[in-house]
């Protein structure tokens, strides 16, 4: 079970990311100000703290510096994007920078990210007979290694990593080739072809009309 | 203080010239006086001229065994004496126009002896001690005039370099205000201008940072106040459209939808407030003021009294120049802060009063009161004292930004008043008019 804490005095920005990892299992405390983070920091012992910047009472830039000696990963999310702010919050030692607005997909898998490099959750995602190991950046079935390319790899992890939402092509797309998605493009689609007919899941990358691609966990269980 | 010093090497340089003057002509009177002197005596005492002549033939003949013969005086200082030759004359005597000078310790005289014809030799004495001090007075009118011009060449060349050291000051404090600092203050000559210049530029510079200042705090606040809602609507959004939620979770996000949507509206009315009063002209025109106050008690009582506030109004009756709905815009404002400011159950107390030409409109509440550090801020746009109190009661930290403009357009500025713990008075003035009879009469009617 990993903890979160999210320092966020916007109650709606707050709840937002709480909705969210609580779906993808994490559990979640929300502090609304600096000095009830600090507070919540002593008595509880967290797995990574979501801490914003521009915090009443004591900022984020204070509180990282009480947060550093804990060892807990700090992932800055801040309405700030200026250069200069990333680097002083990253020299401050935070593990990463979100800027406002942020999509979720982007916040899991930096959150996914972090987690794995403090060893908080297993590189090792099993999914029925399909192993992701995220360090090795390897895929095996049944024990056989599958051979796959840089993007089915990358497009196959925020699959795995976002299951049961329907994820939109033009955010998979963003994520995976890195640019935005212009208009009608079959690259995505031969791309996840591929990766259903590599791991027989023709069932479980489902695609949802209009939409995208949902990887639907719940049927992988019912096999 | 360099003019003094200036002044001062002319009056010198003045003085000097006419002490030269006056030292030559005094030198010319002394040696004048030395020669009348002489000349009187060869006049006055003509006696003292011949015992003179008759000792200096007695010396003649003790020293060269001749007896001259006196024919003549000289008026000038010089005994002349006509010696006839005499074989007997055992010293050298002059020939072919040479002249023989001797000089007679024991009077101190010189004797001048020459050839005037064939055996007659004119001898001329002459007294040595004023010789010495007619050249003693050269000598010495020639040092004070070397001394003189000496004093005058080093007081300039002093004031010379005085001058290029404090070039040398004012060009490298110029290269420093070139470097943008424009702190540099000097000292000594052209130092008031060069201050003067260095203070009103590093005004500017200041003023126009600070300009720039709000403005980069005017966008980045900006861009925070609007990034935040546009995050949560994007992402309660896209939760909705990509995962299936539950009934609770779908109400919270849409709930966010609406109320973080109903913040950016907000925002937007109170900029384009903003935006409409910096391009518009007002026209402002006469109000009564006491009508115009109790308009407005009338208006916010009902909101007050949610608090259980109670709005304590005293109003003198005048004649105001404003725009209407602004100035009501810009007291409920005020009201609102104040409301916002005091615990439920107390006081607010709204005054009109005259102030010379000017109506003073005050608003005092007896609440938390404002941070004195924070006073001078507090109109800025965006600008919150207590962020998550303000954000809790829907504010964007533009209201007093928009008081502030609406009572600038009206002649004065808020100024407040703040006491932590104790309460605030934010005040206003506006222009009052002359009495005219209506005014009068309304005075009459309410009174």
């Known amino acids: 079970m990993i903890n979160i804490l999210i320092a966020e005095d916007e109650r709606a920005i707050s709840d937002l990311i709480r909705i969210n990892l609580v779906r993808n299992g994490y559990v979640c405390h929300c502090a609304y100000d600096g000095k009830q983070a600090a507070d919540m920091l002593e008595s509880t012992r967290y797995d990574l703290v979501l801490l914003d910047i521009m915090l009443p009472c004591i900022d984020g830039y204070e509180l990282i510096n009480y947060i550093r000696p804990m060892d807990i990963p700090v992932i800055f999310i801040t309405a700030k994007s200026e250069l200069s702010d990333k680097v002083k919050g990253l020299r401050l030692g935070a593990e990463d920078y979100i800027t406002k607005p942020f999509e979720i997909v982007e916040l899991i898998a930096r959150v996914e990210v972090v987690l794995r490099r403090y060893k908080k959750t297993s590189a090792i995602l099993t999914f029925g007979d399909v192993t992701v190991d995220a360090d090795a950046h390897s895929v095996t079935k049944n024990g056989r290694l599958i051979s796959m390319t840089a993007k089915e790899y990358e497009l196959l992890l925020l699959f795995v990593r976002n299951p049961g939402i329907a994820l939109f092509r033009e955010t998979l797309f963003e994520r995976v080739w890195g640019y935005d998605y212009i208009g009608e493009s079959r690259t995505l689609d031969s791309h996840v072809q591929r990766i259903r007919r590599k791991l027989d899941w023709d069932d479980i990358i489902i695609t949802v009309y209009k939409v995208g691609y949902k990887f639907d966990v719940a049927k992988l269980k019912d096999r | 203080m360099k003019k003094y010093v200036i002044a001062c090497c002319i009056f010198i340089n003045i003085f000097m010239l006419i002490f030269c003057a006056v030292l030559s ?144 000051k004012l060009a490298k404090a110029m290269a420093q205000v070139a470097d943008g600092n424009y702190q540099v ?77 109903k913040r950016l509206e907000a925002l937007s009315l109170k900029l384009m407030d903003m935006i409409v009063l910096d391009n518009h002209e007002f026209p402002l025109r006469p109000l009564p003021a006491s009508k115009l106050l109790q308009h407005i008690a009338i208006t916010v009582r009902p909101m007050l009294s949610d608090n259980q506030l109670d709005l304590e109004f005293h109003a003198a009756a005048a004649r105001i120049e404003g725009e209407r709905d602004l100035l009501i815009t810009l007291i409920v404002n005020l009201l609102d802060n104040a409301r916002k400011a005091s615990e439920d159950g107390g006081k607010i107390v709204l005054r009109g009063t005259v102030e010379g030409d000017r109506y003073k409109i005050s608003i005092k509440d007896f609440g938390r009161g404002i941070p004195q550090e924070e006073l001078s801020r507090i109109t800025e746009a965006f600008y919150m004292v207590d962020k998550s109190r303000a954000r809790a009661q829907h504010g964007a930290g533009l209201g007093l930004a928009l008081c502030q403009k609406i009572a600038i357009m009206h002649g004065s500025g808020l100024e407040f008043n703040s006491t932590l713990g104790e309460g605030t008075e934010v005040s206003f003035t506006v222009k009052k008019l002359p009495k005219t009879k209506e005014v009068i009469e309304d005075v009459k009617k309410e009174s």
């Open chain 2, 185 to 261: 203050r000097i000292k000594g000559e052209f130092s008031s201008e060069f201050n003067s210049m260095t203070e009103s530029v590093s005004n500017n510079v200041v003023a126009a940072n600070e300009a720039a200042r709000a403005q980069r705090d005017f966008v980045s606040n900006f861009s925070h106040e609007l990034k935040t809602p546009l995050t949560a609507i994007i992402g309660y959004a896209d939760l909705l459209r990509s995962a299936e939620l539950d009934s609770q979770d779908t109400f919270t996000a849409a709930s966010y939808i609406f109320s973080e949507g």
């Open chain 2, 25 to 168: 002509s005094e030198f010319d009177r002394q040696l004048d006086e030395i020669q009348q002197n002489m000349h009187l005596k060869a006049v006055d005492e003509n006696k003292l001229c011949l015992a003179s002549a008759e000792l200096f033939c007695k010396r003649m003949l003790e020293q060269y065994n001749t007896t001259p013969t006196v024919s003549q005086y000289n008026a000038f200082g010089e005994g002349r004496f006509t010696v006839m030759y005499s074989t007997e004359l055992d010293c050298d005597l002059p020939q072919n126009n040479e002249c023989i000078s001797n000089y007679i310790e024991d009077t101190d005289e010189m004797l001048t002896i020459s050839e005037l014809d064939n055996n007659r030799y004119l001898v001329t004495v002459m007294k040595c001690g004023l010789l010495e001090q007619k050249i003693l007075l050269k000598e010495r009118f020639i040092t004070i005039s070397i001394g003189a011009f000496a004093f005058w060449a080093v007081l300039w060349s002093a004031f010379g370099l005085v001058i290029f050291l404090h070039q040398r």
